[in-house]
């Protein structure tokens, strides 16, 4: 309620009380005009003239506008009241308002960000499932060529074994013919040497030694189909005392091609030890040997 209207209902009130009183008054006035204190006493005997004011009545008609004040005044404040119950129920209202109108931005702003997260959690999952095909896709070539260079590396292991086996037969076959040509060779190689040493060919320590490492290289050798009759060759050879040889290697003319060579040097060394028991005292730790053929 506005000062206003607190002022006007003030002013009700105070007319309405003077107005009552006013009433009041009248009421007593005209009660009494009949009342005559001055009048000439006349001899009409002994006779006594009374007024009553009936004061229930004027207590009653004050009761009354009390009662009226009063309850105008229950009604001011039952007015206030409800004025005031109505400005407290239209400031609820409106803090119902403002809050449903906050918390509806509130749920506004919750979902807009729930969305914005479901947008990038379907973006990043998006992202993760192009990555892990992308992963799969290059898994699936290294297997791919893994897989390529395994088969490939398979064949040729496997061309490779063909080969080694094919090498190996024929080595074997040579090395056999070689044995025997070797065989054939020492033994004819003996007997000539036995001849020549019957026969006074072999004067001294010396020359026995030369050719009993001649004898012991050509029974190791494998002679190769390359080697000619007239071969001389002429070779270092380190050793120890034993005649564990240490090392050999052509030193001087070799009228042999490579392959005649290498087969020469492997004789030596596959024999492993020259001939040393009985030839001590011409044992020398290097000794430049000429190796013959001059065929079967």
Not at 106 to 126: M, N, S, T, V
Not at 134 to 154: F, G, N, P, V, W
Not at 186 to 208: C, I, W
Not at 248 to 274: F, H, K, M
Request: proline share 2%; glycine share 4%; net charge positive.
């Amino acid at each position: 309620m506005t000062t206003w209207e607190e002022f006007y209902a003030r002013l009700r009130v105070f007319t309405l009380a003077i107005g009552v009183h006013v009433l009041m008054a009248a009421l007593v006035v005209l009660g009494t005009m009949d009342w005559k204190p001055f009048r000439k006493p006349q001899n009409l005997g002994l006779t006594i003239e009374a007024v009553i004011v009936d004061t229930s009545e004027l207590k009653r008609q004050r009761d009354a506008a009390q009662e009226a004040l009063e309850m105008e005044e229950r009604r001011r404040k039952r007015a206030e009241e409800l004025e005031q119950q109505k400005k407290r129920d239209e400031e609820a209202t409106e803090k119902r308002k403002l809050e449903a109108a906050e918390k509806r931005k509130q749920e506004l702003e919750a979902q807009r960000k729930r969305e914005a997260q479901d947008r990038l959690q379907k973006l990043r999952l998006e992202q993760e499932r192009k990555l892990q095909e992308q992963r799969d896709e290059q898994r699936q070539e290294l297997e791919k060529i893994r897989s390529q260079r395994e088969e490939a590396e398979r064949k040729t292991k496997l061309e490779q074994e063909r080969l080694k086996q094919i090498e190996a037969r024929k080595e074997k076959e040579l090395l056999e013919q070689q044995r025997l040509q070797r065989e054939a060779a020492a033994q004819r190689k003996a007997d000539e040497e036995a001849k020549a040493f019957r026969a006074g060919r072999m004067a001294t320590l010396s020359d026995n030694y030369q050719a009993a490492i001649q004898q012991f290289v050509t029974q190791n050798w494998l002679r190769p189909p390359t080697a000619k009759p007239g071969l001389r060759c002429t070779l270092k050879i380190v050793q120890i005392p034993g005649g564990e040889v240490i090392s050999a290697a052509i030193a001087g003319r070799c009228n042999g091609d490579e392959a005649t060579r290498r087969s020469i040097l492997a004789a030596v060394e596959r024999g492993g030890a020259l001939p040393y028991r009985g030839f001590e005292d011409v044992f020398e730790r290097e000794i430049d040997f000429i190796f013959i053929y001059d065929g079967d």
